[in-house]
Nanobody
C-alpha cells in the first residue's frame, strides 16, 4: 500500500509560481507511475500531468503544457509539480496519485490518492 501526502499549495498572484510536493510512504514507490490531478470548484476532477516509473516519460494536459513540469525523486519517494505562469483558472485542489499504468489520464487507473493541497491564483 502507498500513502501519499501533498504539500506546497497556497495563494499566489497571476503569473506567479508554486512547487507542489507529494511524499509517498512504502518501499514500492518506484514501481508506480505518478500523476497529478486537480478539481476546481464546481468542476470535475481533471488530469494535469503524469510521469513514468523510471522518470523517462512525462505527459501533460494541453492547458498546462509549457507551464507545468512534473518530476520525481525515487530515492526520496517524492513527486513534484512545478507550476509557472499561473493563471486564475489554475485555482483548484491538486491531488497526487499512484498508478500501475504509465501515461494514463484517467483517474480510474490510479489506485492511491493523497488528500490534496489547495492552490489559489488571484487575478
Amino acid at each position: 500500500q502507498v500513502q501519499l501526502v501533498e504539500s506546497g499549495g497556497g495563494l499566489v498572484q497571476t503569473g506567479g509560481s508554486l512547487r507542489l510536493s507529494c511524499a509517498a510512504s512504502g518501499r514500492t514507490f518506484s514501481s508506480y507511475a505518478m500523476g497529478w490531478f486537480r478539481r476546481a470548484p464546481g468542476k470535475a476532477r481533471e488530469f494535469v500531468a503524469s510521469i513514468s516509473r523510471d522518470v523517462g516519460r512525462t505527459y501533460y494536459a494541453d492547458g498546462v503544457k509549457g507551464r507545468f513540469t512534473i518530476s520525481r525523486d525515487n530515492a526520496n519517494n517524492t513527486v513534484y509539480l512545478q507550476m509557472n505562469s499561473l493563471k486564475p483558472e489554475d485555482t483548484a485542489t491538486y491531488f497526487c496519485a499512484a498508478s500501475r499504468a504509465t501515461g494514463s489520464v484517467f483517474a480510474y487507473d490510479y489506485t492511491y490518492w493523497g488528500q490534496g493541497t489547495q492552490v489559489t491564483v488571484s487575478s
